[in-house]
């Protein structure tokens, strides 16, 4: 499976993946998917979101456990974060069948659409769709960088756009969902263990920072006469780092989009994009309100007109604790529990039904970039783990 999936969308320059949501490359992760599910006999289905489902039992009964996660990527990201979840879960069926288990309850592996949110903006579409955390008016109005909307690409995929909306019915039928993910960080490497315990993922949100000033000539403008956004960005850049900094807590403006964006134009527009997650509300909002604030004073201070726009955001999700216990049970007890910054569809459907995840050690924490990396030896105790969880939620 592993072997099939992993030359999907992947750029032979930098060796990352490029499976953007609704794209030729997302077809293809569809395509595997659906081929995956067939061949192990399970009822195929796509939901009005455009997520996709593999069921073993009747999908109408109810009471489900669930499995998956995603296989769309940031730009340039590694081969497991998403995948990981999505094989593994197939893999952990065939381990099941390997034992001849019983299923007292439905299960259905999932691939939920667009969780990275690196073509439209916003994370988890497939998911906050599902679960009424996006407004189909808002779903609407998404573009990307070339001015195409959600609906448009939809369509161009083959997948109408005319259905998406709330899914109430369906994720009520969820008795418990399992992601499973590779880590983002290096807590499991620290502490010795191929697999642990998700407890909490930090409040995050992403802002986009639109400075205006006035295009004009490179060789030619005295630096008095500049109305110059790139000084205003940079500075935010800047204390954007401080703030987080001083509050223990987590900034980065990883993406950038300069008018004109040529070498001997000083800028009309720059568009900034910051990512920013703490570990409480209170914390998250202290960090804001400060790169805020300085990014209108240096805007003040430049000439600068500024706009800043939450384009993305999900609160703190604490993970079900007798959900999360009784994994800590089925896997022996001594299995770490740990919070993570990186987001997740299990953190968006938590607030529709119970949901848990397990995670698989990253020896060098490394994520969303080619390098990001886990051992095979730790893929499969996180298979088996999987096993041992839906075995004990699903099997008589
Ligand atoms: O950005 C995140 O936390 C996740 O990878 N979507
Ligand atoms: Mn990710
Ligand atoms: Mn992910």
Redesign the pocket.
């Known amino acids: 499976m592993w072997r099939d999936l992993l030359p999907i969308g992947r750029h032979r320059g930098s060796g990352g993946y490029r499976r953007f949501a609704w794209t030729a490359a997302d077809t293809d992760c569809r395509a595997w998917f659906k081929a995956q599910a067939e061949a192990r006999g399970l009822s195929f289905e796509l939901d009005r979101n455009g997520n996709q489902w593999a069921w073993l039992g009747d999908p109408l009964a109810g009471d489900a456990v669930v499995t998956g996660?995603?296989l769309d990527s940031v730009p340039d990201g590694g081969a497991f974060?998403?995948p990981l979840g999505v094989v593994s879960s197939f893999a952990a069926l065939d381990e099941l069948r390997r034992r001849g288990a019983e299923f007292a309850r439905p299960l259905a592996i999932t691939n939920f659409g667009d969780?990275?949110g690196a073509r439209f903006g916003l994370a988890c579409v497939g998911s906050r769709l599902a679960a009424g955390q996006l407004t189909v008016d808002k779903a609407h109005e998404l573009r990307d960088a070339d001015g195409v909307s959600l609906p448009e690409a939809m369509e161009r995929a083959g997948q109408d756009p005319g259905t998406i909306g709330p899914d109430p019915e369906r994720l009520a039928r969820i008795g418990a969902f399992v992601e499973l993910?590779v880590e983002q960080g290096r807590a499991l490497d620290l502490s010795g263990d191929p697999v642990g315990i998700a407890s909490a993922i930090w409040p995050h949100g992403r802002w986009r920072f639109d400075f205006h000033g006035e295009a004009n000539h490179a060789g030619t403008t005295s630096l008095e006469d500049r109305r110059d956004p790139m000084l205003s960005y940079a500075a935010t850049v800047l204390a954007a780092r401080q703030q987080a900094r001083l509050a223990g807590a987590l900034a980065t403006f990883g993406k950038i989009a300069v008018e004109p964006n040529g070498v001997n134009a000083i800028p009309s527009l720059v568009r900034g994009w910051l990512d920013s997650r703490a570990a409480d509300q209170g914390t998250l909002d202290t960090v804001i309100a400060g790169i805020e604030a300085a990014a209108h004073e240096h805007a003040d201070r430049d000439g600068i007109d500024l706009s800043i726009t939450r384009e993305s955001f999900t609160p703190v999700v604490e993970f079900q604790h007798a959900l999360r216990d009784e994994l800590a049970k089925l896997l022996g007890g001594a299995i770490p529990v740990l919070g993570t910054g990186?987001g997740?569809d299990a953190g968006i459907l938590s607030a529709s039904a119970p949901t848990a995840m397990l995670f698989v050690r990253n020896p060098t924490g490394i994520s969303h970039s080619p390098a990001e990396y886990a051992a095979e030896d730790d893929c499969v105790a996180g298979v088996v783990a999987l096993a041992d969880v839906l075995e004990g939620l699903a099997c008589r």
């Open positions: 996660s995603h974060d998403g969780e990275e993910h990186a997740h």
